[in-house]
């Protein structure tokens, strides 16, 4: 989750490791691969490749310029659809982010649009280089894809008796921004919509689908009051639909982003939430439209704060070594990209979230009682932000 973009093997990552073996619960065990869990649950290495093959996606054709749509021909006229009403969203998003984060930095996003022959498509927005931000990608994508029956069966609770794989459908927008100053924080998110058609040979059988996403802050250093605003921000989006997310999804995040061979978190954590279906589309919808909009208030006025702060060598040092640990959750923990890199996603996309230098330093320890210790425990012992 990454990570994570949306690209397209991110996306479908996240919910194919749903349907693929991972419960859908809060807490419940999860794995670099649902598809290696399953094996391992069934001792069948046969039925896990049939399934990562299942699975691939197709390899993208690159286009000179963004579409109108990255919808199949013939949906994209549709706007009661949901497919069509979310991409309009992650596409608008991707828009309004790009701008706020080109005038705070004053550089311009490179942008690579493609297709793939099947349906679907993606847009990677990657700024490199910049004054204020040494990497910010921003990714879109639409995927259309086949996903084993008994992968259907796990979505909709054992319904649906055909043998025949199951088109599904996913769309997300994912991101992630890396400051230069090591006083700026970094910041990801992601948001995803997912649906599967009916079996061909089961017609009558139930359609899956469910919203997923989330909002993450990972600073080198705590500033309270910065930390507050993030959070304060998202929970009042949050608020607007039920008082309850954003204590859950807080609580979900702060389970979700943790480094388990390292015993810390990525960051400060923020909100997360998946598999989401108990509620009306259109209110789902609302509030994943809510979230992406939040990101922009939330992270940018930190970054700009903390733009022009000076710093030390040793203070840039200890960006790049949580930088690190970044690098480190992402190839080793995130869903989206360990799926992404297994089933022949556009590598350029799956790897975008990653920044563009990182450290490790052998056995490196915070002095106690500094700035770099206090963050370590932050990350090691989860806080409670808002009053």
Known sequence: MAANTMHASSFT????????GRSSRRGAPSSSSCLSVR???NNKVKKSSTMIKAAMIEEEVALDEAPLTLLRPGGEGDANEMRAKFEKMVRQAQNDICKAVEE???GKFHEDAWERPGGGGGISRVLQGGKVFEKAGINVSVVYGQMPPEAYRAATGGQGAGTETIPFFAAGISSVMHPINPMAPTVHFN???????SPRDDPGAPRAWWFGGGTDLTPSYIFHEDVAHFHGTLKGACDKHDPEYYPRFKQWADDYFMIKHRGERRGVGGVFFDDMN????????AFATDMAQAVVPAYIPLVDKHKDDSFTQEEKEWQQMRRGRYVEFNLVYDRGTTFGLKTGGRIESILMSLPLTARWQYDMHPKEGSREADALDAFMNPRTWLA
Do not use: A, H, I, Q
């Open 13 to 20: 990552t996240n919910k194919m490791n749903n349907v693929l």
């Open 39 to 41: 094996s391992s649950r």
């Open 104 to 106: 705070l930095d004053g």
């Open 191 to 197: 948001y995803r919509y997912f649906e599967t058609d």
């Open 278 to 285: 108990d509620r009306p589309k259109e209110e789902l919808l």
